[in-house]
T-cell receptor, first 115, second 114 residues
Framework: AQKVTQAQTEISVVEKEDVTLDCVYE???????LFWYKQPPSGELVFLIR??????QNEISGRYSWNFQKSTSSFNFTITASQVVDSAVYFC????????????FGKGTKLTVNP | DTGVSQDPRHKITKRGQNVTFRCDPI?????LYWYRQTLGQGPEFLTY????????KSRLLSDRFSAERPKGSFSTLEIQRTEQGDSAMYLC????????????FGDGTRLSIL
């Protein structure tokens, strides 16, 4: 069975600090996809990134970066120079490569960025 | 390109009543998903449509729940004889054709059972 663990329930930082959100996953599939979503207080889940299991290259998008390590089954997310607008709940998710491709989510990490 | 639209945003009902939610996916998205999210948890998969065919249902989806997607466009999720435990946010998502395309979510329908 697939499982995603986000061990950090809540994180609080001061603006401009860097912060890393951890994600560890379990799957027996050799081909799978990993995702990060942001859920601001308004409630709508916003897609941030998709990564397939064959692509271990790290990715950077502005202040966001992702570190995928297959050896440790981790897909961590770092926000550099955090801003108040980054305050949200962040979810890591896993899906199988074939079939319904339904998402299996972690419980989320609530990030609060204080001014 | 309008996003996924869900209606209503909030629904308050008495236990035992039936409720129906509607989801309009992004046009040309052939895949449509329903998830349920309770406080402090991540969304949990309920069911999935590819075009008009319902191809997978979670064991979470008891026989009181039914979903349809006539003509492969909008979808409805009906809960019959609602129970306290049905109180949750019901999320709809859609994705375009292709392998593991990102799912785009609507704002959700928050269901409260009195």
């Amino acid at each position: 069975a697939q499982k995603v663990t986000q061990a950090q329930t809540e994180i609080s930082v001061v603006e401009k600090e860097d912060v890393t959100l951890d994600c560890v996953y379990e799957t027996r599939d050799t081909t799978y996809y990993l995702f990060w979503y942001k859920q601001p207080p308004s409630g709508e889940l916003v897609f941030l990134i998709r990564r397939n299991s064959f692509d271990e290259q790290n990715e950077i998008s502005g202040r966001y970066s992702w570190n995928f390590q297959k050896s440790t089954s981790s897909f961590n997310f770092t926000i550099t120079a955090s801003q108040v607008v980054d305050s949200a709940v962040y979810f890591c998710a896993l899906s199988e490569a074939f079939g319904s491709e339904k998402l299996v989510f972690g419980k989320g990490t609530k990030l609060t960025v204080n001014p | 390109d309008t996003g996924v639209s869900q209606d209503p945003r909030h629904k308050i009902t008495k236990r035992g009543q039936n409720v129906t939610f509607r989801c309009d996916p992004i046009s040309e998205h052939n895949r449509l998903y329903w998830y349920r999210q309770t406080l402090g948890q991540g969304p949990e998969f309920l069911t999935y449509f590819q075009n008009e065919a319902q191809l997978e249902k979670s064991r979470l989806l008891s026989d009181r729940f039914s979903a349809e997607r006539p003509k492969g466009s909008f979808s409805t999720l009906e809960i019959q004889r609602t129970e306290q435990g049905d109180s949750a946010m019901y999320l709809c998502a859609s994705s375009s054709p292709g392998v593991n395309q990102p799912q785009h979510f609507g704002d959700g329908t928050r269901l409260s059972i009195l």
